[in-house]
């Protein structure tokens, strides 16, 4: 029986590579200068600091134009809030969101539901969601629909067997 998995995963390496390209831009760009804007990578989160909440927000902005060039989504990332750091800087974290919450999984599978194909069904598995059918045509129609809908995440569509 054909099925395939919807996943949200965020490619690393390509995190790492545009904050590496993002800090080299800050230190070299002249309206950066001595305003000590850095970006760091955790794990779980980016560390953005600067001197003034200006700086910040436009060093934010050079972290998403290389994002973006990497095919980086965007959505991956849940920015919080600007804080006060030490000596009048600031600073902002930005939480990397990955996997499929409970939320979005329960969503997803209304959805696909909803779409009343005969013979799709869906079901959660951990932090995807396996997505079988009879037919191939109505896996593609499932994966068609989920790429034209919103759901606050990014997807990817992976592991599809016939």
Do not use: W
């Not at 539901?113 to 598995?125: C, E, F, M, P």
């Amino acid at each position: 029986m054909p099925s395939f998995d919807i996943v949200s995963e965020v490619d690393m390496q390509e995190v790492r590579n545009a904050v590496d390209q993002a800090n080299r831009e800050a230190s070299t760009r002249f309206d950066f200068k001595d305003t000590g804007s850095t970006i760091e990578v955790t794990d779980k989160e980016l560390v953005l600091h600067s001197s003034t909440e200006d700086r910040l927000r436009a060093l934010y902005q050079v972290l998403q134009e290389r994002l973006v060039k990497r095919e980086v989504s965007l959505k991956s990332f849940e920015a919080g809030k600007i804080e006060e750091a030490s000596r009048g800087a600031a600073r902002q974290r930005l939480a990397i969101r990955a996997g499929i919450s409970q939320d979005h999984a329960k969503r997803l599978n209304r959805f696909i539901k909803d779409l009343g194909l005969k013979g799709v069904s869906s079901q959660t598995q951990a932090d995807q969601i396996r997505v079988t059918g009879k037919k191939r045509d109505d896996l593609q129609a499932v994966i068609t629909a989920c790429k034209g809908e919103d759901f606050g995440i990014p997807l990817q569509f992976t592991n599809f067997r016939d």
